[in-house]
Each structure stands twice: as structure tokens, then as C-alpha cells.
């Protein structure tokens, strides 16, 4: 055997491309194609406002302007609300906007008219000149307004309330009050965003001759795409092809579909008989796109002297933002996954998803999991604080053991499935951390420190992630002639090396080379059903229906070889392309098998001449037997029966300067259990980048809103991601690798992970240094510095909650 | 973000460029374009014509010598960092324009572009100002020199006519016996300063004999605050004679509050390395 490629750090198949620029996004497709025209929007100024009148009339007046769209100019399915795409029987209010506004606009940002023009310059002029008269309506900015619900987004949902959901276990309530101990803690996180390097962009081209209509999307799920856009546009599916090239990140932002602009350019490519482009800018996706993570928690908990969690009752509030396209996701996860490794006795939680005239929310890499680890970790944090035990202590005492899986929490997750974790060994995950950090030997670290002037402080923070949600990914393989291997796969790939990792899995399977493999993704020409790339799923669902494909694939190769080399399958190994017989010199190439497999034997190629030495088939029977195709190919989907939790624990050691109450990251390690690694140069890039990311969301970004709704830092200047300079020049990473019994190849998703414990490591850390409670998150140093005056009279504030 | 429609003027000689100002009221000059480019993309600047001083000849140079820096209209803040002369003559432009934005935007913005822009959060409109240095600004009327107490008049408003183009900026050197320094908090490396300030320390002999501290992004316009009193006096209490000159404001980023401490917490750091620095002589 060669080398076994599953679990070698292969480097990335993608980087050549990538790294010299040669990508191709969707604003780079048909640039050079004279007819393309160019999209532009007008969008909301006003965060609530009725529309009264708009008047395009100077529109068309422009040189270089083709069409402008009002909601008035749709027809159909397209003047209908944009759909709702996960419904659930406790989101009793869903709303979802029109693809242009009809009567109201609920954010700034919001879609209100759709011009093309010949370039992008004409069009933003053209939207310039567009007038609309708004009668202004008070906004609901911010989760207390909401709550309040003196003023309402719309009209017929009373209290902002979309949804309210509770789950229990037990009976929480009654355990927390016959508890030995209880604290109450009030704990919140701002609203943030995913900001990929690429924004959203659509590119549509309707071919008359053949009646087919192609679209190319920056989006996470291609199939998402055609089915809406067929759809809405009342095209047969057949008739839609969507494509997602090269995509420059995703992290939540774009499974989100149809955006208006992806039903808009199709509709103007059909339209006008010329191909579209709508490239969103960075203003725009600030505005018009989605944001996550604001939510308002109360916790009760109550718990014995050994910090064990007898009852645990959340309440909170989330900011779901003017519409709720994506259903209840966020929130579901954030009521389930905060009980990360923990098993508290009885647990209930109750939400109400809340509207505001803000952006929309959808999943932003984590989906509600930071927010869940915030809360629940802050809470262990103040238990121990409260018994002044250790902080690894308390986590230890209250951790699933590895004798409990598969560990059932009694709840429901969000696909619909019982929150069920497969496996996982959280002490031994605890014990390496500790090791990697240097737990045991901080407050040396803090002494030595404290003597120069210069405070530090240690935090951690732990998560379980259910990742690889159903229902299914399919794969097809397909060996040519020529030996090469060509794998179409239906999700879509946003830069996380899918090429490089699932050629792995097909090489080991298969017993092909690496480099005879190459991958498609996220093409409805190759593989029509799919879901997308989301909830670290990648991996797990596509990995696994790859690894399938290419058994069967593999199966079919072994029945020919065998006969055309008369020997028996059980005899023959797959080499590097080469199936032979073991223990003689006899082989045939695949590609060779390949030509046997399809009885048309047109001799176009070297394998098909060296196919003529071979005999296979029954001249007595039909030349295709009535259980098999020509052709060496395999398909096959996988479909879990639940998610497969991966997990992982984070600590950081920072130092907050006395004077400048500055944030300065000094450790940062990270042990990680997602089962086995298909690459762990890719797990890794993954955690360096959710860390990145998480340092971010932790320390500098947020999404500021005055009350009148607009957004103050709608750029990067003032949406503060970090550079290079602000996040750890080294991250200490150790693997677990508990496999899953759940899929094929005992993998875990790995992509969200790096960014879940970020806001409760920091906030764990920085109050460890500073000896206040630390219960709102970001932080900066002015908030910081505020914090230190307030708490400049309690000389013993150490421990968080009351 | 594209620009609303403008024309667009690249003269070969300054008379050609002043002459295009002159005749059009809602003309720009565009130079290094680190503001005014995002400006026009944005569209919350929307000039008729830009005149891109790129071309003009003689106006990229950086000259020294015992007086001080003159730094041409088109030398870019990478240029003036890069000079060595120029640090041995001021030390307090290398100092700060470290602190000027990142690389790729030094690589292109403008020394005097950045002072007629008139930033009060950006680090040279001070510099000139705490240094008393000046900017020579040409018109079709012909040519002026604008001292820096004269040249900023507003929020993002320098004093320059429209259709002055400013070709030269002058740093006077720094006199023997003084000291300079800086220190700025920033969120990220290269951002705008929360606050930021240089100091001026004038020593004749063991005596300091003059004061002066410069401001960024603690006021709407440059700020600069004599407290030699304030140094003298064993009681005295710089930072706090500064802030009585000074308007921190409230912004997303920080609070007013934050911010005057900074400038408590940096002005005794800074005061000390200009002292420092004036004691070691030039060579520091």
C-alpha cells in the first residue's frame, strides 16, 4: 500500500490558486463580455418608515440605464414575501421582507429599487436619482426597546415577539430552590457579524436558444439557490443551472438565500436577454446582509459544595433583527449548546426571538454557541468563585464522563432531533489543556508579573458543537478512461480546502493517486440534490458520501478486474491506479477497467487499446447486465440518524495594562476533539482562523446602532477587525481524536470551533486579572477603563454573579 | 461605492493645475487620495473635476537642512519616514509617522496632503502645529506662506483658498538642547489614535525652559498646550493644564472620560522621553 493520505497534512491542492490571485470569484466571471450589464440597489435610509410614493421617472433618463425595478414592477410568485426557509411550530410571527419593499421599510439597508445599467457607475447614478417620499415611523432599536415593545416593527406582532420557545429537563425551577447554593447572573453579547473578505454577488445569464437560465452565486448552498430561484421565477428546475465558483468566505452570511439581488439578476437577465452582475459592496453587506449574536440572559442556578449543577434555569432574549428568514436556528442552538460538556440535573430554558429595525440574523460561524458557552462558563466561573474553588475543578465535577455516551440531555436539537451526544472524553480534553497552558503554575506566572507592575490573568473556557446536521449530502465518483478521477459533490466550498480533503478520502478509498483526483462542488449540473456548507458540515456529510461513492465505485473496479484478470476479487489490491493480483505480476489500470465497464468500445485512447487484450462480459446476455450501467462510476448519499458532537476547550493568558486598561493576548492554547483529522494542517488552519475571528468578536468588532437605526460603523475603519497585529502570533493547539460512531470515517466537524468559547475565555481571563465580574461582551479598554471606576470602591470584588 | 461622475484634470506644470482650480469652483486637488479617494467612493464628496497633482514635476522632494524639513507636495509619508536626514534634523516627523496609518497607505498619502486635509485625529496637521512649522500654497494670484497656527480652521477645514494648491511643507529643525517625543493608544495597529501626544521639551543647560505639548484626536482642530508653567511648578500638574485646553469628545470607541485619562496617563511618558531626549542631544 501507499501511504494512507486520510490524516496526513496534505498541503492545499487550493493555495496555488488562491495565494497568486488566479482565483475566480463571482465579480470576476464574464468581466470581459461586453453585453454584462450591472446591477445596483437603492436602499432604505431610514430604519422604519412607510413608503408613500417613489419616482423613477429621472431614471430611465440617464444615459446607459436599461431597467429600474419597483416592487409595483414584480409579478407573481416574485411580488410575494421572500420565503420563510425554516419554519417551526414556535415561531408563531414569522415575517420575511419582499425582494423589493412593498409599503414599508423595516431596516436601513432594506431593498427598495433594483436598477441595471451598463456599468456600475451609471447604475449608482441612476439610483441617486431615484425619489421616495417615506413617512417616518419610530424605530425598535436594541433588545430593551424591543422588550419594551412601546413601539412595535410591525404592526400585528405584538410585543416584537416572533417566537417564544421553552424546553425543560426535570424540573429546574425546584431544584434551584431546594439547592444548597444558588447565584444569579445577568449576562450579555452585542451584535457582531461574519464579514467575509467577499460580500454577496449573483451573475445570471439566460440563454434563449436552449430556454436555460444560468446563475452564479457567492452562496453556501447552490441547490438552495436553484430551487428558489426556479421558483420565484416559474422556471421548470430543469431549467436552472446555479454555479458557485470560487468563494471568499462564508461563515453563516451567504446559506441565507434568496437575497433579494439573487432572484432580482436572474429576473433582469431573462428581462433584458443580457447577462447581469451584482456585486455587493462593503457598505451594503454592513447594512444588507445579516448580522448574529445580540442576546440579553438571566441565569439561575443552583448547586451543592462540590459545584455540582443541581438545577439550571435560562431565560433570554434574542435580537433576531426585522425579519426572520432562517427561522429560530440561532437561538435553538444557543438553548441546547450551552450545556456544552456539562450534564446539570435539570435544566430549563425559554427564549423569545425578538424583532428590531436592524439588519436581519442569521448563523454566523458558531450560531448561538458562543453565546450558550458565554453563558454557561461565566457560570461556572462565578460557582467556583462563589465556593473558592478551582475553576477546573468545578468544570470537572460537573463534566459528561466517557462511560456516559451516547449522553441524551432530554432536549431537542435544532434539526429537529434529540440532543444526543455520540462521544467525547472532556477530562482528558481538561487534563491537556491544563498541560498546554500551564494551569497549574499561573499564579507563579502572576506573582513574577505582579512584581514588575504588569497584571495577568488565566481563563478557559469549554464547548461540545453538534456539527455535521443531516439530512444528507450525496457524492459521485467517476473513473475515466484515462484513470483519472472526477468527484462532484453538491455542496458548496467557501475556501476550506474541500479539494485537498476529499481528494484524500478518495485516494485512500479508492486506491487512486491524489493528484488523478479532482473535485467539483456546489455545480446542479453535476450533482442536482444537495444542502450546502453550513454547521460544520462538510466534512462529516460530504466526507462521508465521498467515501461511500468511492467504495462503490471501488466494488465495481474489483468485479471487472477480477474477471478480466481471472482471478478472484478478494485477491486483488488497488494501487495507485493499478489493480493487481497479489502475489503475481499481473494488473490492469483503471482507466482500463474503465473502457471494460462501457461496451461501446470506440478505441479513442491508450486504455482503450489496452483494453482489447481483456475479455469481460457473458456473450450470452445483454451487453449492460439488467443490474448494472456502463460506466466505472459510484454514487451514494449519506444520511445521519442525528448530528456528531465534536468539542474542545480554549484558555488564554492576557495581560491588562494598568494604566491604558489595554488587552494584551499573551497565551492562547486549544485542545480539540473532532474525531479523527482528515487533515490536520486544515483542522488547524480552522482553529487559527475561528480563533482569529473569535479574538475579533471577543475584543474589538461590534455593530453599532444609534436609536434612530443606523449603523455608525458600517466600514472597516470603524468595524474594528482585528489585523495580523492583534491576534496571537502563536496558537498552542493539542488534538484529541474521539472518532464518531456515527458516520463512515468516525469524523467530526471542526469549521465553527475555533470561534465558540472566544467571549467566554476573554471575559474569563480579563476578570481573573482585574477581580470584577466581567458579564457583558465585547470589551474594550474604554469599557474597561469604566469598569475599573465602578468597581474602584469594592476592594473585594472577586467573584462574579450575586 | 463608485464615485458620482467628475471630470478629470492630470496637468504637466503647476500653472496648468492652478489655472484648472481657478476656472472651476467645484474642483478637487487629488494627490495621495487616501481621504479623498474613499470620499468620492462613498459619495459623501462629489467635486465637479479632480486636478491630479500626480504629474506636476519638482514637487516630490524632501529637503533638509540646519533650518529644518521641507517636504513637497507629492513626497509621501513613506518617503519622508524613509529619510534619514530628515530624522536627524526633526526627529519627531520619524516618530510620528510611524504611527501614520499602515505601509500601503504611507506607500501613497501625502505629508502635505494629510496637513491641508486637516485631520485633528491624524498625526502631521499636529506635528506642524506643536512644531510651528509652515505650508507654502500657490494660486493663480500667486504664492503665500500659511504659518500652521493659521492653517486649520475647522473640523477637516484647513485656511487654503479653493484654488490654492498646497506645494510645500516646512518643519523647522529641531533647536539644540530640545527634545521631542510621541506616544499614541490606538484600537489597531494603524488606526486612527484615541489619543495621541508629542511633546517639545526645551533645555538650555539642567534648566527646561519651554514646554509645549501637541494633541491628536482630543480636540476638533490641532491642539497645542504651553505647560512650561505647569513643569517648572514641582506642583504642577501638566496633564491636567492640557486638558483645560482640550475637548475629548465621546465617540463608538471611546469614551470622553477614557480619553482624558489617556491623556493623563501619556503626557508624564512623553513629557519624560522629550526630557530624556533633550539631554542626550541629537544623537538620542
Not at chain 1, 454577496?200 to 453556501?220: E, M, N, Y
Not at chain 1, 448494472?628 to 474542545?648: C, H, I, Q, V, W
Amino acid at each position: 500500500m501507499t501511504t494512507k493520505l486520510f490524516g496526513a497534512k496534505v498541503p492545499r491542492v487550493e493555495d496555488q490558486r488562491f495565494l497568486r490571485g488566479q482565483g475566480r470569484y463571482v465579480d470576476d466571471l464574464l468581466h470581459d463580455d461586453p453585453r454584462l450589464l450591472h446591477a445596483a440597489v437603492l436602499r432604505s435610509p431610514h430604519a422604519h418608515a412607510r413608503i408613500v410614493d417613489i419616482d423613477v421617472s429621472d431614471v430611465l433618463d440617464l444615459d446607459g440605464v436599461l431597467a429600474v425595478w419597483t416592487w409595483e414592477d414584480l409579478t407573481g410568485p416574485m411580488a410575494e414575501p421572500l420565503p420563510l426557509l425554516i419554519p417551526h411550530p414556535a415561531l408563531t410571527e414569522g415575517r420575511t421582507q419582499y425582494a423589493l419593499a412593498k409599503d414599508e421599510v423595516n431596516y436601513v439597508g432594506e431593498a427598495i429599487a433594483f436598477v441595471v445599467a451598463v456599468d456600475r457607475y451609471v447604475a449608482e447614478d441612476a439610483v441617486s436619482r431615484i425619489r421616495v417620499d417615506y413617512e417616518y415611523l419610530q424605530p425598535v432599536v436594541g433588545i430593551a426597546a424591543a422588550r419594551a415593545a412601546t413601539r412595535l416593527v410591525h404592526d400585528d406582532v405584538p410585543g416584537n415577539v416572533g417566537a417564544r420557545m421553552e424546553q425543560e429537563n426535570g424540573d429546574a425551577r425546584a431544584a434551584i430552590a431546594a439547592a444548597p447554593h444558588t447565584l444569579h447572573l445577568e449576562l450579555d453579547v452585542e451584535r457582531s457579524a461574519c464579514t467575509p473578505m467577499e460580500g454577496r454577488g449573483t451573475v445570471a445569464r439566460w440563454d434563449p436558444d436552449t430556454s436555460r437560465l444560468t446563475v452564479w452565486s457567492s452562496t453556501q448552498t447552490s441547490t438552495g439557490v436553484r430551487g428558489c430561484v426556479a421558483a420565484k421565477l416559474g422556471l421548470d428546475l430543469a431549467k436552472v443551472d446555479v454555479i458557485t465558483p470560487d468563494v471568499g468566505g462564508g461563515f453563516g452570511v451567504k446559506v441565507v438565500h434568496p437575497w433579494p439581488e439573487e432572484l432580482l439578476v436572474p429576473l433582469a437577465a431573462m428581462t433584458l436577454g443580457r447577462p447581469v452582475k451584482f456585486t455587493e459592496d462593503r457598505r451594503e453587506h454592513f447594512i444588507s446582509s445579516a448580522h448574529e449574536r445580540a442576546q440579553q440572559h438571566v441565569v439561575d442556578v443552583g448547586f451543592d459544595d462540590d459545584g455540582r449543577v443541581l438545577g439550571l434555569n435560562v431565560e433570554f432574549w434574542h435580537d433576531h433583527g426585522a425579519y426572520t428568514p432562517y427561522g429560530l436556528i440561532v437561538p435553538i442552538i444557543t438553548s441546547t449548546q450551552l450545556l456544552g460538556p456539562y450534564k446539570p440535573q435539570n435544566y430549563r430554558v425559554v427564549f423569545e426571538s425578538l424583532y428590531t429595525n436592524t439588519v436581519i440574523v442569521t448563523p454566523y460561524r458558531g450560531a448561538g454557541r458562543p453565546q450558550g458557552c458565554f453563558v454557561m462558563e461565566r457560570t461556572m466561573d462565578a460557582i467556583a468563585a462563589y465556593l473558592g474553588k478551582d475553576r477546573t475543578e468545578v468544570r470537572s465535577t460537573n463534566f459528561i464522563q466517557p462511560d456516559e455516551f451516547p449522553y441524551e440531555h432530554g432536549l431537542v436539537f435544532q434539526d429537529g432531533r434529540e440532543l444526543t451526544y455520540d462521544s467525547g472524553d472532556y477530562p482528558a480534553s481538561l487534563a491537556k489543556l491544563k498541560e498546554l497552558v500551564g494551569w497549574d503554575e499561573f499564579e507563579d506566572l502572576r506573582a513574577e508579573m505582579a512584581a514588575q507592575g504588569r497584571r495577568v490573568g488565566i481563563g478557559l473556557a469549554c464547548y461540545v458543537e453538534g456539527t455535521g446536521v443531516g439530512p444528507y449530502e450525496g457524492a459521485h465518483v467517476h473513473v475515466e478512461t484515462s484513470g483519472k478521477v472526477k468527484v462532484a459533490t453538491g455542496l458548496t466550498t467557501q475556501g476550506q480546502g474541500h479539494q485537498t480533503a476529499f481528494a484524500q478520502i478518495v485516494a485512500d478509498t479508492l486506491g487512486v493517486r491524489f493528484e488523478d483526483v479532482e473535485i467539483t462542488t456546489g455545480d446542479t449540473r453535476k450533482m442536482p440534490y444537495a444542502v450546502g456548507t453550513f454547521a460544520s458540515r462538510a466534512a462529516v456529510m460530504s466526507g462521508s458520501a465521498i467515501h461511500l461513492a468511492a467504495l462503490r465505485a471501488r466494488e465495481k473496479a474489483l468485479r471487472i478486474a477480477a474477471e478480466a484478470l481471472e482471478a478472484s476479487e478478494d485477491d486483488l489490491d488497488i494501487v495507485d491506479g493499478v489493480v493487481s493480483v497479489r502475489g503475481t505480476d499481473a494488473t490492469i489500470d483503471l482507466g482500463t477497467v474503465a473502457v471494460l465497464s462501457n461496451p461501446l468500445r470506440y478505441a479513442f485512447d491508450e486504455a482503450s487499446k489496452a483494453a482489447t487484450q481483456f475479455t469481460v462480459g457473458d456473450p450470452g446476455k445483454p451487453p449492460v447486465a439488467e443490474d448494472d450501467e456502463p460506466g466505472l462510476e459510484g454514487k451514494d448519499f449519506y444520511s445521519p440518524p442525528r448530528s456528531t458532537f465534536a468539542n474542545g476547550m480554549h484558555a488564554v493568558i492576557v495581560e491588562t495594562d494598568p494604566e491604558t486598561a489595554e488587552i494584551t493576548i499573551l497565551k492562547y492554547a486549544v485542545v480539540h476533539d473532532c474525531g479523527h483529522l482528515i487533515n490536520p494542517m486544515i483542522v488547524e488552519g480552522q482553529i487559527h482562523g475561528g480563533v482569529a475571528q473569535g479574538v475579533g468578536g471577543a475584543l474589538y468588532e461590534r455593530m453599532v446602532y444609534d436609536d434612530s437605526g443606523q449603523l455608525l460603523n458600517a466600514s472597516f475603519m470603524d468595524f474594528l477587525m482585528p489585523y495580523v497585529t492583534e491576534v496571537p502570533t502563536s496558537i498552542d493547539i493539542d488534538h484529541l481524536e474521539t472518532p464518531s460512531p456515527l458516520n463512515p470515517l468516525g469524523i467530526k466537524g471542526a469549521g465553527e470551533a475555533g470561534v465558540i468559547p472566544s467571549a467566554a475565555v476573554f471575559a474569563a481571563a480579563i476578570e481573573d486579572a482585574e477581580g470584577f465580574p466581567i458579564t457583558a461582551m465585547p470589551i474594550s479598554p474604554s469599557e474597561l477603563f469604566a469598569l475599573r471606576l465602578e468597581h474602584a470602591d469594592d476592594t473585594h470584588a472577586t467573584a462574579l454573579g450575586s | 461605492m463608485k464615485p458620482a461622475p467628475f471630470a478629470y484634470l492630470r496637468p504637466s506644470t503647476l500653472e496648468e493645475a492652478l489655472a484648472a482650480l481657478a476656472g472651476e469652483q467645484g474642483a478637487k486637488v487629488l494627490a495621495g487620495g487616501q481621504s479623498l479617494v474613499p470620499l468620492l467612493s462613498m459619495r459623501l464628496a462629489a467635486p465637479s473635476m479632480l486636478v491630479d497633482i500626480n504629474a506636476l514635476p519638482g514637487l516630490g522632494d524632501v529637503t533638509c537642512d540646519a533650518s529644518g524639513v521641507r517636504v513637497g507636495a507629492l513626497a509621501r509619508h513613506a518617503e519622508v519616514l524613509a529619510s534619514v536626514a530628515a530624522a536627524e534634523v526633526q526627529p519627531l516627523l520619524a516618530m510620528a509617522l510611524s504611527h501614520v496609518a499602515h505601509p500601503t497607505i504611507r506607500n501613497r498619502g501625502t505629508t502635505v496632503g494629510s496637513l491641508v486635509h486637516a485631520d485633528a485625529a491624524a498625526e502631521m496637521p499636529m506635528v506642524l502645529q506643536l512644531l510651528g512649522g509652515s505650508v507654502d500654497v500657490a494660486s493663480v494670484r500667486g504664492r503665500r506662506t500659511i504659518p500652521a497656527a493659521e492653517l486649520f480652521a475647522g473640523p477637516l477645514e484647513s485656511t487654503l483658498a479653493h484654488d490654492e494648491i498646497a506645494v510645500e511643507a516646512s518643519f523647522p529643525a529641531l533647536p539644540a538642547g530640545a527634545g521631542v517625543a510621541f506616544q499614541e493608544i490606538a484600537r489597531r495597529h494603524g488606526d486612527y489614535a484615541l489619543v495621541g501626544v508629542a511633546a517639545l521639551v526645551e533645555t538650555d543647560g539642567d534648566d527646561v525652559t519651554r514646554v509645549r505639548l501637541g494633541f491628536v484626536s482630543v480636540s476638533d482642530v490641532p491642539v497645542v498646550v504651553d505647560v512650561t508653567d505647569a513643569v517648572r511648578d514641582p506642583a504642577g500638574d501638566p496633564a491636567a493644564r492640557a486638558l483645560a485646553e482640550l475637548e475629548p469628545a465621546d465617540d463608538i470607541h471611546a469614551t470622553a472620560a477614557y480619553r482624558a485619562h489617556l491623556v493623563k496617563v501619556l503626557v508624564p511618558k512623553v513629557l519624560a522621553a522629550a526630557t530624556d531626549h533633550a539631554r542626550q542631544g541629537k544623537d538620542a
